[in-house]
């Protein structure tokens, strides 16, 4: 099935493949087989990937949500507050997430060695358990170049590295979150041309939360870039989606994003409207690669989408099952 996954060509394809990947995960997750139990759905009434019920990713913070009976190779969790429950992600076989991430990107930026990939992630390294961290632990390596690498606290040699290696006209992946590149552009300022500056979200309760058009307009100014990229993943997935500026997200062949109404969440919306946020990740196929997220968004006619928010706890429908 891996290979299938990872070679779609279209949407037929796509299509054929969820319906697989939607029965081989209705046999074998038990989270999930209880969960459209309750929706009274059975895959032959599923003739479309629309009529596909979507896990809510809060289950995954309280069940193991596995549709394999190999051993669990690694555990990912989110980050959180203290005291506050984490979701779990049990992945039995990395190689499905170690293909996607390295096609996704190459999808996206061509070959990984033609990078030097530096990494601002202070607040992912200083817990166990992030998939962020392990992706770019791997591109990292497979970038094959001596000078990537992880930064911490040590921003003036990073904010020295990024200026020599542009001097040397070297293609460059900055990737940080967001607070930690704030930091470093409020201590140096620079006027890079080939460094691509990718962050990945959120202050992380280190700085007062800022809109987008607000982040990508001082992070612009201080790194001297024309764009911003952006990352879409999360703990969950095994996939991610890369905007190459003005939030506007683009999805690898084997990921897709659909929107559902927010009163009503077994309704999926058109295109151009906006509603939560409807994973479908087919790297994902021993756990669920059916998720519906606690974002908002919309999805444009091209399926490239953007994220416009997030639901509170208090708007969140559809969830009463929770108890499963």
Known sequence: MREQVFNIKDT????????EIFNH????????????DLLYIHPSDVKSIQEIPFLPIQFFKTKEVIASKDDIQEVFSSSGTTGSITSKHYVTDLHWYEQSYLKGF?????????????????????????????????????SKHEESGFYLSNIDELANKLKVLD?????????GVSFALLDLIEKYKFN??????????????????????????????????????????????LSQGYSKGNGIFNCPPWMRILTRDTEDP???????????????DLANYNSCSFIAT????????????????????SDIRGCNLMVL
């Open 12 to 19: 037929n394809d796509f299509t054929r493949i969820s319906l």
């Open 266 to 280: 077994l309704t999926i919306k058109s295109n151009g409207t906006s509603g939560g946020i409807n994973v479908i």
């Open 192 to 237: 890079l041309q080939n460094t691509i500056v990718m962050e990945t979200g959120g202050m992380k309760g280190r700085r007062k939360e800022l809109i987008r058009e607000e982040l990508h307009s001082l992070l612009c100014q201080g790194f001297g870039v024309q764009q911003i990229h952006s990352e879409y993943g999360m703990t969950e997935l």
């Open 167 to 175: 001097t040397q006209h070297q293609k460059v992946l900055l990737i």
């Open 25 to 36: 995960q209705f046999k074998y997750n038990r989270v999930y087989r209880s969960f459209c």
């Open 106 to 142: 190459e999808h996206f930026y061509g070959n990984i060695e033609d990078y030097v990939v530096l990494a601002l992630l202070p607040n992912y390294l200083e817990r166990k358990g992030s998939s962020l961290v392990y992706m770019v632990d791997d591109l990292i390596k497979k």
């Open 294 to 313: 606690q974002d908002l968004g919309k999805v444009h006619s091209n399926s490239s989408f953007e994220i416009i928010g997030r639901f509170d706890n």
